[in-house]
């Protein structure tokens, strides 16, 4: 059937546009009913990429309380974090763009984390002090590796030869190497000393965990009172009300604690179930949980050719787990009875050492492509084939 076209008088053929589920409908409708802001209409509801995997919630709550299945409940649970670890990110995002440029950046800088935190103290409090250290260390190897790697690499397959400022990259090398140093040194004079005591290792540990949380403070302030955080851009407004950016942000944290608690109780059966090392979990398969929402963010600011976003996403990320969330476990875990060092493996420090050195090499010219991308993804994966070999022969 042919209609008029009021604008020509010609006819053409009618089209209809495909009417949306009801139950999308209905979910979009409760949403901006809850969620968005009526004084703002210009703006950009964000994108929960993951929100799918929502899904796994009651799928690994139901396992956990109703059938009893250790190895359904970790990978329910494991799938379940990385949708929430990206709510927590959304809502960050949403309540910095309230706070203002400087209480924003302040936010963000704190928050950034908080899944890795939240995760790794219930992993303390089962006793895993193990998996924690790893998946401290793993998580730096995510980030400067694999979130680094994939981010450059499709930026680089897009744009070509990708340019950001070189003094930028710098600060943040320096930064992370002063961080890597922190870990260095406990290991040190556990190797010089030989005989030691357990109060001297706890009050060598305590120390250094002490001046890193002094120093990231420090770096805080600083960054708060210089205005140095990434300031919005003018087209940049808030898509969510205040009250339900931080709703969203409590009620994810909650439901991170939850799934953290059931993952941290199910870990050995469910690792004996998968014939995998408690170290190899900690350093790859715990950080790529804790990572994914950062993956996806760190990709999409480099197809968008704003590489030095991603450069403070993934290697600031890793600043503040060396500076910060590691302090903070090992007074956590004198807390929760569970006492955990600040001395790292060989292994583990090797690779952290290599892999700052490797990005620094890297980012110090002030340009990125994509077989730099793709050598930062083979450094990473030469990393996990070994690791997964550690603690099984």
């Known amino acids: 059937m042919a209609v008029a076209d009021g604008r ?22 409760v949403i901006k009913l809850l969620l968005i802001d009526p004084k703002r209409s210009d ?25 009893h299945h250790p190895l359904v409940v970790f990978v329910a649970s494991a799938m379940a974090l990385i949708p929430l670890a990206e709510l927590v990110g959304i809502a960050t995002d949403q309540a910095a763009l309230h706070a203002g440029p400087r209480m924003g950046g302040l936010l963000n800088a704190s928050l950034a984390n908080v ?45 070509g030869v990708q340019r950001y400022n070189a003094a930028t990259a710098g600060v943040h090398a320096t930064s992370l190497a002063l961080a890597v140093t922190g870990f260095l040194m406990p290991a040190l004079f556990i190797l010089t000393t030989g005989a030691h005591s357990f109060f001297q290792r706890e009050a060598v540990s305590g120390s250094v965990a002490a001046i890193l949380m002094l120093l ?16 919005p851009r003018a087209t940049e407004h808030p898509a969510w009300s205040y009250a339900g950016a931080v709703g969203v942000l409590v009620g994810a944290a909650g439901l991170a604690a939850l799934e953290s608690w059931m993952l941290s109780g199910t870990v050995e059966p469910a690792l004996s179930a998968l014939h995998v090392s408690e170290f190899f979990a900690g ?21 968008q050719d704003k590489v030095e976003i991603t450069l403070e996403i993934a290697v600031g990320s890793s600043t503040q787990i060396a500076l910060f969330v590691a302090p903070a476990l090992v007074f956590i875990s004198l807390a929760a009875g569970h006492p955990m060092d600040f001395v790292f493996s060989t292994f583990e420090l090797a690779t952290v050492g290599l892999s700052t050195f490797i990005v620094a090499l890297i980012s110090l010219d002030g340009r990125s492509n994509w077989l730099e991308g793709a050598q930062l993804i083979a450094a990473y994966l030469i990393i996990a084939a070994s690791a997964f070999f550690v603690g099984t022969t």
């Open 8 to 29: 020509s008088g010609r006819s053409g053929p009618r089209h209809r546009r495909p009417r949306p589920k009801r139950g999308a409908h209905l979910t979009g409708r």
């Open 43 to 67: 703006a950009t509801t964000p994108k929960a990429r993951f929100g799918w995997l929502l899904v796994m919630v009651p799928v690994s709550v139901a396992a956990n309380f109703a059938f």
């Open 115 to 159: 899944t890795e935190l939240i995760l790794s103290t219930f992993l303390i409090v089962e006793g895993r002090v193990a998996i924690v250290k790893a998946s401290l260390t793993g998580a730096i190897l995510g980030n400067l590796l694999l979130v680094l790697g994939m981010a450059l690499f499709a930026g680089g397959r897009r744009h």
């Open 216 to 231: 990231y403070l420090l770096a805080l302030g600083f960054t708060h009172m210089e205005h140095v955080f990434r300031a």
């Open 283 to 303: 350093l790859i398969l715990i950080p790529l949980i804790g990572n994914a929402a950062e993956h996806s963010s760190a990709v999409r600011f480099a197809l």
